[in-house]
């Protein structure tokens, strides 16, 4: 099979419900193949029993739950020894639990990376938006993704 990139798995079953014939097929989530009435050949194809896909909305007006209890940002460092140590440290100083951390290439940067990092915790607090406030002054890129209540 020719792998074909879709937006996202449920636009993937729709796509294979409309095409004619029956040699193209979907990853998707069971829901998504009942809803296209697709027949489903095999489940659970991942190779790690703990996957998950996770889901985000974007909108653009700041929506702040009063449940959040998690706290997502995307942020770049200054190419200099012990800067991600520097900001990484300041959340443990805090008390604040790093709960996923990830780097990924800036594009068209060579060595400048853009770290995505997901801690337990609310803006409604006024040390974790200080500390919120002081980052977004001094690192040269960053973006506060989002306070939200993460659904399990």
Known sequence: MKPVSCSNTAVAAQHVATE???DCAALCS?????????????RSVQ??????????????????????DKISLCFSLPHITGSLYRVLARFA??????T???????????FEYLFYLDFTGS??????????CSLSRELPGFSFLGNYHELV
């Open 93 to 98: 100083a805090m008390g604040l639990n790093l």
């Open 47 to 68: 190779d790690c029993s703990s996957n998950c896909t996770r889901f985000v909305v974007v909108s653009r007006r700041l929506i702040l739950p009063s449940d959040g």
């Open 20 to 22: 004619p014939g029956n």
């Open 123 to 132: 803006v409604r607090g006024e040390s974790t938006r200080r500390l919120l």
């Open 30 to 42: 069971e829901t998504a193949a009942v809803r296209a009435r697709l027949v489903i050949l095999q």
């Open 100 to 110: 996923k951390i990830e780097s990924r290439p800036i594009a068209g940067e060579n």
